[in-house]
């Protein structure tokens, strides 16, 4: 490699601006842009090649452009698309708590029967053997909700009806879970 000598030399406080701006634009350094600008001027070859990586980051630019637009073009079919069916939406009661001890049970006449005593078994809505929650069903037979949900609303059913009807499964407003099919 050739020896590199130190060059200085005073510019106006605009040149350095656009200097700056230039190289930062470019993705180069001061030093890269002044030997780039020099060999352009002089007519020579540049040594350390700084056009050819100006075209390689014009070549990326103009690919992750390309991919920006494709990918705003996703978002705005699945902007334009109604909103999923969620368990959440679906389930009139709240969902169920992280904590394994059953709620406690308040009677008819307003006192509350602790989680823990025998009677409180007894008030609690049964489930069905085998019933499952939504998602679950969902899950086991790669139930649709939206196509269920479009289908019910056009024939005026309920979401709950309309997946008796797709799935055969029952469901159980008091415990919000499904029973299969005897």
């Known amino acids: 490699m050739a020896s590199e000598f130190p060059l ?56 992750l452009s390309k991919q920006i637009q494709t990918l705003h073009k996703r978002l705005k079919i699945l902007e334009a698309q109604p909103e999923p069916i969620t368990p959440e939406i679906l389930t009139p009661y709240p969902l169920p708590r992280l904590s394994f001890a059953p709620p406690p049970i308040a009677t008819l006449e307003g006192e509350v029967i602790p989680p823990d005593s025998p009677s409180a078994r007894l008030k609690e809505p049964k489930r069905r053997f085998g019933a499952i ?36 499964w029952q469901y159980d407003p008091q415990t919000a879970t499904f029973a299969p099919p005897l």
């Open 8 to 63: 200085t030399c005073k510019v106006p406080e605009a040149w350095l601006i656009a200097l700056d701006d230039y190289a930062q634009a470019h993705g180069l350094t001061r030093n890269d842009t002044l030997k780039m600008a020099i060999a352009q001027f002089l007519n020579m070859e540049d040594p350390y090649n700084c056009l050819q990586h100006l075209e390689d980051l014009d070549q990326t630019v103009a690919k």
């Open 133 to 168: 929650r939504l998602d679950e069903l969902c899950r086991i037979t790669a139930l649709n909700l939206n196509e269920i949900q479009e289908k019910a609303m056009t024939v005026g059913l309920s979401i709950y009806e309309a997946i008796e009807i797709e799935t055969g």
